[in-house]
């Protein structure tokens, strides 16, 4: 039996391939299955292990007829020295052969993660927005892979975005390295940075909120605590995403905002409502939650999917903005690894090692 191996280059070619509507279509499919409580799913409950400086997931999923992975990362401790933390989050995923069992891949995740939201991120954005939406500005708070991604995605999806404002916490190589990948792809764009407001200094609170002011769409996916900006400054029919709080205590926005959106777009109500802040804190239940899943249909043989016009309706009229809360599900990372795989295999990329699982 081979083994193919794709390292974080190899994954960034086959990426590149992928447009954003095959990468919808790919998260169109599995939160389909998973809002029909799909029987093909498995998503066994992630193990940990503490190392020295890390704490290593262990995340396995399955879906019948897609493919079945597990991904392993590791989230550096608070207490790690400088070094391993700007090394970021190591993430792999190994892919195994339906009908033999054996490990079919191993694939750097290091990016996959943030592909798969900012794919999930985007149908949400095509679902709930008009289909002749022209949105003029974006805005996006953090640098890291998860904003990269979901900028990629957003300003190839949406040639009539103008302007694209990218806020952090520090204006350090990453956000500037982040800046220059933008300005260099997507030429017609204007690309700027600027430092969020702390508690400490509101030395660029005038310039933040306007970009929010103007924003027709906004991704967070940062890890704070405290709203990063208050409802008022939202305009209506701005979509918002967000991808950062995965525990009670982190919020991204205030109860304010979540209240003006009414019902709230998720990816998976139960775990939203174990994991997201925002959603805690506002004391939501299920009612006022819609998961992704149940506002489509999904045409397995045309690889389409087509909107449930009523469903749609009340989301985008229950409030005056829309929100969709991310905060992960195993089904993705199945998803997007496999396929992946499969294009690796047909474009001939990677490394496959021929002898991997022979003697002799």
Not at 219 to 245: D, E, M, N, R, Y
Not at 261 to 271: E, S, T, Y
Not at 340 to 348: L, S, T, W
Request: hydrophobic letters at 40%; charged letters at 25%.
């Amino acid at each position: 039996m081979s083994l193919l191996v794709l390292s974080a280059a190899d994954v960034a070619k086959v990426t590149s391939t992928f447009s954003p509507d095959e990468l919808v279509v790919l998260m169109a499919d599995v939160f389909s299955r998973l809002s029909e409580r799909h029987r093909g799913i498995q998503q066994p409950h992630r193990t940990t292990l503490a190392l020295e400086h890390h704490t290593s997931l262990f995340m396995p999923s399955r879906v019948s007829s897609v493919g079945t992975t597990m991904k392993v990362v590791s989230v550096p401790s608070i207490d790690a020295p400088k070094e391993v933390k700007e090394k970021g989050l190591p993430a792999t995923t190994v892919v195994l052969d339906e009908q033999y069992g054996n490990v079919r891949a191993v694939v750097n995740a290091r990016r996959l993660t943030a592909l798969r939201n900012a794919a999930g991120s985007l149908l949400s954005a095509r679902i709930v927005l008009p289909d002749d939406a022209k949105p003029k500005s974006i805005l996006a708070i953090g640098a890291g892979a998860q904003i990269q991604a979901h900028l990629a995605l957003f300003l190839t999806a949406y040639p009539s975005l103008e302007t694209c404002t990218i806020y952090n916490r520090s204006r350090n190589a990453r956000l500037e390295s982040l800046r220059e990948l933008l300005d260099s792809t997507f030429t017609s764009v204007h690309v700027t940075t600027g430092v969020l407001p702390s508690a400490h200094s509101k030395e660029h609170e005038a310039e933040f909120y306007e970009a929010v002011k103007h924003a027709n769409i906004i991704i967070t996916a940062t890890s704070s605590t405290h709203p990063l900006f208050p409802s008022k400054l939202v305009q209506k029919g701005t979509h918002l995403c967000l991808i950062g709080s995965y525990k009670p205590e982190m919020h991204e926005i205030d109860t304010e905002l979540v209240k003006r959106a009414g019902v709230i777009i998720v990816d998976q109500k139960a775990a939203c409502l174990q994991e997201a802040g925002e959603l805690i804190d506002a004391e939501l239940s299920e009612d006022d939650l819609v998961e992704l899943g149940e506002l489509y249909d999904f045409k397995a043989k045309e690889q389409a999917w087509i909107p449930r016009e009523g469903p749609i309706e009340e989301v985008q009229t229950s409030g005056d903005v829309t929100i969709f809360k991310s905060v992960g599900v195993g089904v993705q990372d199945v998803a997007v690894a496999c396929a992946v795989v499969d294009r690796a295999i047909k474009e001939k990329i990677g490394v496959v090692v021929e002898t991997y699982d022979e003697e002799d």
